[in-house]
């Protein structure tokens, strides 16, 4: 009922623009309907382009390796491989449950991938030769402990 | 051509799935949504609808299918009832976060303890701040169009987030009422079909769902929560879209009744709307200014919407058809958000809440009455004694 009034009253307003003048000198023009509570309310949120995650965390898929999402700073400590000792068995290979020992065929050694490994030592207990042992990451100037930002 | 026929809430989304042309459907049996499921079913096999149907072996596979099937970039629909909806749970945040626009329809069941079928929205609002969309239908026409919607904003460039459509079990779910369904043009007009911006593919490739780092994830939360301040605007220009097309006058966020001259207001969600109007009229003809407000979605929230409809009333009833044991208000959900709702407002009315509709029980008409005898005396005494009223179970019945 009152937006219908309003709307009458807008009309006849509009007709005479000279009574509409006159009358507003007397009478305070109709009231916009109160806006209680404005869109706004939330602000808005923008994260910074350096910090800004893929849309869903979907990238391209790696070739070899996940490079935007290195997974290994929560390690406390890493394998250490004896060479001398390793008889190229490839026992940690399957062992290990993120794939990070690699054959490297030309230096024919065992690899290691930092990026990669949590120092869960299951290579460590599984190794037949006992040419792994563990170390603490701090004992290492690299070490993710040390790191002050994730990568 | 449109046609009229006499659905249940369970028929009603099937259709709805069926005019979506969902690609890849995952069942799992669990009553009272199964109906869904059964005419889905019959549908694929008499070749009315062109999908995939799957069988999960649980509440939690359907959900991964369907999420498999929306990364492959389908547009994938599942479903389920009480127990079945939180079992799903560890799925729901990757889904949102991932960004699947899959649909699932919940038709509301009590949760255990043993067995009580009843409808009860506890088991979907328990899963509501898991980054999907959110709301419920009053009518198996509402259920059949905000099928609809709910894909249509879901799978919005900007949004891409999965959607729960929910509707009151047995109430909703199993009674018939018309639908009109419409021609398959005016649906392809308004949902054009999936288009998946990173779908998993052979020629393509991409990671979904990789690890990240810590420090990723608060960028992270942020960004999908900025993703809920997009919302409304899609959510208004999708039922816009809707309503021109369909003929229909649905307001984007909220149904409201008599609130013209309204005093006081009943918050209601979901079918027992259809009780609280009813009420409404009779109290109208005792002489009360009482309305109706029902929002139609949870989430996003519709703050401002539910702000301003209620910004003139004296005392707002919280109609609560789920729980929440130990919470601020020792009762339902719906109360927290409302009250947070209205507490920027100049004058910001009372409200209390009731807890009816619990374990399948109907809310009757004289609970309405009661009610609005409760919110009248709170105006005359302008006080709120309790918080929370649980209909049938209070030591002292006022009157």
Redesign the interface.
């Known amino acids: 009922?009152?937006t219908k009034k309003q709307k009458t009253k807008g009309k006849s307003q509009r007709k005479n623009v000279k009574t509409k003048a006159r009358k507003q000198a007397s009478k305070p023009a109709p009231k916009p309907r109160?806006?209680?509570?404005?869109?706004d309310?939330?602000g808005?949120?923008?994260?910074p382009e350096d910090?800004?995650?893929p849309?869903?965390?979907?990238?391209?898929?790696?070739v070899r390796q996940?490079e935007?999402?290195?997974?290994s700073?929560?390690r406390i400590v890493r394998p250490v491989i004896d060479h001398e000792k390793c008889t190229r068995c490839l026992t940690c290979y399957i062992a290990c449950p993120d794939a990070c020992w690699s054959f490297n065929e030309k230096e024919e050694k065992m690899e290691w991938n930092w990026k990669f490994c949590k120092g869960c030592q299951v290579c460590i207990h599984e190794c037949p030769a006992d040419a792994l042992k563990a170390v603490p990451e701090l004992d290492f100037e690299d070490g993710v402990v040390r790191l002050e930002?994730?990568? | 051509m449109a046609q009229e026929k006499m659905l249940s809430g369970c028929a009603a989304a099937a259709q709805g799935a069926k005019y979506a042309e969902v690609e890849v459907i995952c069942s799992f049996p669990i009553r009272p949504y199964t109906a869904i499921m059964m005419e889905l079913a019959r549908m694929v096999a008499n070749g009315e609808l062109d999908a995939e149907f799957l069988h999960g072996e649980g509440e939690h596979a359907q959900v991964s299918v369907t999420l498999g099937a929306s990364a492959a970039g389908a547009r994938a629909y599942t479903g389920s009832s009480g127990v079945g909806v939180t079992y799903a749970f560890e799925v729901y945040s990757p889904a949102a976060?991932?960004?699947?626009p899959l649909q699932m329809a919940i038709a509301d069941r009590t949760l255990d303890p043993p067995g009580d079928f009843g409808s009860e929205h506890t088991d979907a609002m328990s899963a509501r701040d898991q980054g999907w969309l959110m709301g419920w239908a009053a009518t198996p026409q509402e259920v059949f169009d905000n099928t609809l919607i709910n894909y249509r904003v879901g799978e919005d460039p900007e949004v891409?987030l999965p959607q729960f459509v929910c509707q009151d079990g047995y109430f909703l779910s199993h009674i018939p009422d018309k639908v009109i369904l419409p021609d398959m043009s005016q649906v392809r007009e308004f949902l054009p079909p999936y288009s998946a911006?990173?779908p998993l593919s052979p020629t393509c490739?991409?990671?979904?769902?990789?690890?990240?780092?810590?420090?990723?994830g608060a960028?992270?939360d942020?960004?999908r929560?900025?993703t809920f301040?997009v919302v409304p605007k899609v959510i208004k220009k999708a039922t816009n879209d809707f309503n021109r097309i369909f003929g229909r006058k649905y307001d984007p966020f909220l149904e409201t009744y008599k609130m013209?001259?309204a005093q006081y207001a009943f918050f209601v969600q979901g079918a027992h709307a259809n009780t609280c109007k009813n009420a409404i009229n009779h109290l109208r003809k005792q002489g009360l200014k009482i309305g109706m407000v029902r929002p139609r979605w949870i989430r996003p929230w519709p703050?401002?919407q539910i702000?301003?409809a209620l910004?003139k009333v004296q005392a707002v009833a919280s109609v609560e058809t789920s729980t929440s044991y130990g919470g601020a208000m020792r009762g339902g959900n719906l109360i927290h958000e409302l009250r947070a709702t209205l507490y920027?407002?100049?004058k910001r009315p009372m409200v209390t809440s009731f807890m009816a509709g619990l374990g399948g029980d109907v809310v009757l008409l004289e609970d309405f009455h009661y009610m609005a005898k409760i919110l009248q005396k709170m105006v005359k005494e302008k006080k709120t004694r309790k918080v929370v009223y649980w209909i049938g179970f209070e030591e002292e019945k006022e009157d």
């Not at chain 1, 109160?34 to 869109?39: A, C, F, L, R, S």
């Not at chain 2, 976060?97 to 699947?100: F, L, T």
């Not at chain 2, 490739?205 to 990723?216: A, E, L």
């Open positions: 009922m009152e109160q806006v209680v509570m404005p869109e309310i939330y808005s949120i923008s994260v910090r800004a995650v849309f869903g965390a979907i990238t391209p898929a790696p996940q935007l999402f290195i997974t700073n929560w930002k994730p990568f | 976060g991932g960004r699947y891409m911006p990173h490739p991409v990671s979904h769902g990789p690890q990240i780092r810590p420090d990723q960028p992270m942020a960004q929560a900025g301040l013209e001259d703050t401002v702000a301003q910004s920027d407002l100049p």
